[in-house]
């Protein structure tokens, strides 16, 4: 598997309601010169092909040049790959829209190359589209800490539980991953961070010549645009908060970890109520007669897993119970994962069956995206100290939400991490533009609607929140919602978005 796509890792109106009364935001978005830091112009050329990701034609690549550290302006500079996707309707154009990668670790570029054209649709030609790989992914500025393999796999990355809910081994591999990056990890892992990629988001748009940028944020990506809405609220035209987490500057990445277990109870009975559908009966993939049986089922296989690990398609990687938890959270983001996360749990209960992994479970990470999504969620915001009560927390949220097993809330390297400066999280507030239109479904694994909605509490009457019927992570243009779609793709368009917040059902 690729570099491209080992991408990490980490919520009651009618329909028609969301396409009543609308106010308008913003007008055409006028060139004058750019506000903010001096940048050399880019010198734009093809992108580099993407494994397993067409390039649409047209799309360019170039590399800006931003500080290694913005306190030291003048000094190391380091690369960070950027993309565009001209309009192809000049006559509409009415400003640029930056699309932000979810992660941390996902690629702007290759998001550009696999939204760019339904994009560009949606909004009628009425943008140029650009993104950025963040530092430590993609094209970008790269560097790694030096993990061991066995501690780069997702189930050893991610804190899993041991099978009887110990934590002892996840506080020796988090002592030793976090002591990892503080002795090896240099100056360019410690700039790995949402601050950095705000600073990274104005160097481009002046690079670009724009006063200002209308904006698409996805998962972590809708972090960091209300982060730059908010350090630099007058050079964001159009603000999508797409899939939303917690913004509480005290917790950040810990708060978004902590709401995991709520997100996929509230979530797994979608895939239950299609797993026990008689339609599966046809496909070979129906788990049990009533949707009510389809997780007491996953639950029995994945201790029987813990206790015996199953032989898999990959040689000296067996599929064990945490593997199988791991395969489940990551299946729960589309309705497109449910086939596959059956087929995987069909196979793993079949005495004779060997069990096909996901690609992402298959091996290690590489060593710099493995240091990088540990690092952004670190240098972020400090977390509780290893003696802060992990192990009885982990057991509380073990026996609350035992889908996800103690992970929640259990130690992680950012527990140890040593800081290059002190964190400050960018606290969002309702001071700025009445200018943001979120979507969020009520059902997300991932972003809760718990977190979103803290998210829309903090904007006040800066944001209105359309939440979507559809179960999933990632609803513009991501899951089918065509109320939700439209509803985003009208307010990029015209300005024109819901006058309260409202609901697209399925």
């Known amino acids: ?274 797993a026990a559908d008689p339609a599966r009966e046809a496909e070979g993939l129906r788990l049990a007669r009533r949707a009510e049986d389809v997780q007491p089922l996953f639950l029995a296989l994945a201790r029987e897993l813990d206790r015996e690990p199953k032989e898999s398609n990959v040689p000296g990687v067996p599929l064990t119970g945490n593997r199988l938890r791991q395969a489940l959270h990551g299946s729960l983001n589309s309705d497109t994962g449910f086939a596959p996360l059956a087929r995987l749990i069909r196979s793993a209960g079949d005495p004779q069956g060997r069990p096909v992994l996901p690609p992402e479970l298959a091996g290690a990470l590489p060593d710099e995206d493995a240091s990088l999504t540990m690092a952004v969620i670190c240098n972020d915001v400090r977390w509780p100290g290893p003696d802060s009560g992990y192990a009885r927390r982990v057991a509380a949220d073990r026996a609350r939400y035992p889908l996800t097993a103690g992970l929640p809330a259990n130690i992680t390297p950012c527990s140890f991490w040593k800081h290059d400066e002190e964190p400050r999280p960018t606290r969002i507030t309702d001071e700025g533009p009445s200018n943001v239109l979120m979507i969020q479904s009520l059902r997300d694994p991932a972003t809760p609607l718990a977190g979103a909605l803290k998210m829309r509490a903090a904007l006040g009457e800066r944001a209105r929140m359309v939440t979507v019927g559809q179960g999933g992570h990632g609803m513009y243009l991501g899951n089918g919602n065509v109320c939700g779609d439209r509803a985003v793709s009208d307010f990029l368009v015209t300005g024109k978005r819901p006058a309260r917040d409202t609901h697209c059902p399925n």
């Open 1 to 274: 598997m690729t570099n491209w796509t080992r991408k990490a890792l980490l919520l009651a109106v009618s329909a028609a309601a969301a396409a009543g009364t609308l106010t308008a935001v913003g007008a055409p978005v006028a060139h004058s010169r750019p506000a903010g830091p001096a940048a050399s112009p880019l010198a734009w050329g093809p992108c580099a092909p993407i494994p397993g990701t067409p390039v649409p034609a047209g799309q360019q690549c170039a590399t800006l040049r931003v500080p290694l550290d913005y306190r030291a302006p003048g000094g190391r500079t380091v690369e960070v790959a950027v993309t565009r996707l001209r309009t192809d309707r000049p006559e509409a154009r009415r400003g640029t829209l930056l699309a932000l990668a979810g992660g941390p670790g996902g690629s702007g570029v290759q998001r550009l190359a696999q939204k760019g054209e339904a994009l560009r649709a949606a909004t009628e030609g009425a943008y140029d589209l650009i993104s950025l790989d963040p530092r430590g992914v993609g094209g970008s500025i790269r560097a790694g800490c030096g993990i061991p393999e066995a501690d780069r796999h997702m189930v050893t990355l991610r804190s899993w539980p041991a099978a009887d809910g110990s934590i002892t081994e996840n506080a020796e591999r988090s002592r030793r991953t976090a002591l990892a990056c503080a002795r090896d990890g240099g100056p360019v892992v410690r700039s790995f961070s949402s601050r950095n990629q705000v600073r990274d988001i104005d160097r481009l748009r002046a690079a670009l010549g724009e006063r200002k940028l209308s904006v698409w944020g996805h998962s972590y990506g809708s972090y960091v645009a209300a982060g730059y809405a908010q350090e630099h609220p007058d050079r964001v035209d159009r603000l999508v908060l797409d899939s939303t987490g917690d913004p509480d500057p005290a917790r950040v990445g810990y708060g978004w970890m902590t709401n995991v277990g709520p997100a996929v109870a509230l979530r797994f009975p979608d895939f239950a109520a299609w």
